[in-house]
């Protein structure tokens, strides 16, 4: 997997942020790196679909012609991260929706990557990358980062806790008793 070899770290993560220059890069990058949604998700999603009561962000199953990419695409996200919360929340009091092609999303998620000068590859599919490792990090389980992610598969959230090592690491402290 290309994706997991440009993971960025926080802070990699801190200098793409501050490279945004416009509320568009700063909703986009932001978006992209704490919710792990795919290009095609973030391009359709609305207003309608941010739960502030719950603090979620539901991505239905069908959204008028468009559908996720897969069944478990329909998900729930849960909105954590304060940044997030603070940029969506900007985002969606001026607008109902993103309404962008995915290539402009692409174009934006470079534009930034190359003011930011880092030394990986920033494109939309590693910031994914990059969230489903932080939630590895955290210790999360391999489901729970498959439902978050979407993924039709439970082996892909688990080659990400592999990765990480973490789970290996809890494991030992937890039963490790001499």
């Known amino acids: 997997m290309k994706s997991k070899e440009n993971v960025l770290e926080k802070h990699e993560i801190e200098v793409l942020l501050t490279n945004c220059k416009t509320e568009e890069e700063t ?6 790196v704490y919710t792990g949604m795919r290009v095609s998700e973030l391009s359709h999603m609305n207003k309608s679909w941010i739960k502030w009561q719950n603090l979620q962000i539901i991505i239905p199953q069908h959204d008028g012609e468009w559908s996720p990419k897969t069944k478990q695409g329909s998900r729930t ?4 991260e304060p940044r997030l919360k603070e940029v969506l929340r900007a985002w969606f009091t001026l607008r109902e929706n993103v ?9 934006i998620v470079k534009r930034v990557a190359a003011r930011s000068e880092l030394t990986k590859k920033v494109y939309p599919h590693a910031l994914r990358a990059t969230f489903a490792t932080m939630l590895a990090f955290m210790g999360m389980s391999s489901a729970s980062i498959q439902h978050i992610l979407g993924w039709a598969k439970l082996t892909t959230a ?12 809890e494991e030992m402290q937890e039963k ?3």
């Not at 909703?27 to 992209?32: D, G, P, Q, R, V």
């Not at 309404?99 to 174009?107: F, G, K, P, Y």
């Open 176 to 178: 490790w008793k001499f």
């Open 27 to 32: 909703f986009l990058l932001t978006a992209l």
């Open 77 to 80: 996200i849960p909105l954590i």
């Open 99 to 107: 309404a962008m092609d995915r290539s402009t999303i692409w174009r």
């Open 158 to 169: 688990e080659s990400y806790v592999q990765s990480t090592g973490i789970r290996a690491i």
